[in-house]
């Protein structure tokens, strides 16, 4: 269950806002014996490819420029250039590549979606173990993951609850995030999303009177 979101806002939460995203899971769990866990990370990956693609692409177009180029009033060959002149300019142009490749905007440039999607899905398969969301006592562990960098929300859940919680039902909840960021709205459609996993954990997981441990910290995992 995961989606794409076009753009996200600069500075998306502050202090205030991890507080109320805090306080969002914290009134959802009172609800229920499944655990939440938000997770907000600025990349799910380190795309070294990306560089290294702006830098051969744009060394390329640099050495391509070169060898079509018409100097004063007639065409000349690559000759009539002094080597050094076309082997500064190809590195310069190699450097300049490589740092457009490793800006954010330059990665989602280079690399595909489908590739972004997987780094994604696999961070997110990897931070429901770092967080122990597995080991809930009644697998009922939730992971709302948002990716910064590749502009992806996905959302994992523990086996009790997808056996029971049909994929669309998710796909629903991670729109509402989607839609809350493109509004300009991340930490209310955030906590709009908590909250209506807290309603369908408790619809199918309710407190137990006298036993509704907290497994887990009622917290957001905030990575910079």
Sequence with gaps: MWMTIDH???AMFSESDLQRIRDAVRAAERRTRGEIVPMIVPRSAVY???????G???????????????????????????PWVVMV????AYVIGHYVGSCPWGIRFLVTDHRMADKVRRRAELAFYEQGLHRTRE???VLIHLSLLERRV???????????VSPETWD??????????RGNRPTDALCDAIASCGDLLARHF?????DNPNELPDGVVHER
């Design 8 to 10: 996200l806002p600069s």
């Design 48 to 54: 070294r490819e990306a560089s290294h693609r702006g």
């Design 206 to 210: 309710p407190p137990t009177p006298g």
């Design 154 to 164: 996905q959302i994992l859940a523990d086996r009790a609850i997808n056996e029971i």
């Design 172 to 181: 629903s909840i991670v729109r509402t995030i989607v839609d809350g960021i």
């Design 56 to 82: 051969l692409l744009t060394a390329l177009l640099t050495l391509t420029i070169f060898l079509t180029a018409e100097v004063g009033w007639g065409a000349r060959a690559v000759s009539e250039f002094h």
């Design 139 to 141: 697998a009922t562990g």
């Design 89 to 92: 300019a190809v590195v310069a």
